[in-house]
């Protein structure tokens, strides 16, 4: 039972700093824009 009882604590605990820095926006930076299609010299 102890396992159990560390994997949910673990578990918690991953879902609480999520949180945090989902607030504090320390997360991944979203990014804008995406492929653009190469044309004349550019493509290599």
């Known amino acids: 039972m102890s396992t159990f009882r560390r994997g949910v604590f673990v578990a918690g605990l991953a879902v609480l700093v999520g949180l945090v820095l989902r607030v ?4 991944v930076p979203v990014t ?5 299609e190469l ?6």
């Open 24 to 27: 504090r926006g320390k997360g």
């Open 32 to 36: 804008t824009g995406g492929w653009r």
């Open 39 to 44: 044309e004349g010299p550019d493509f290599r």
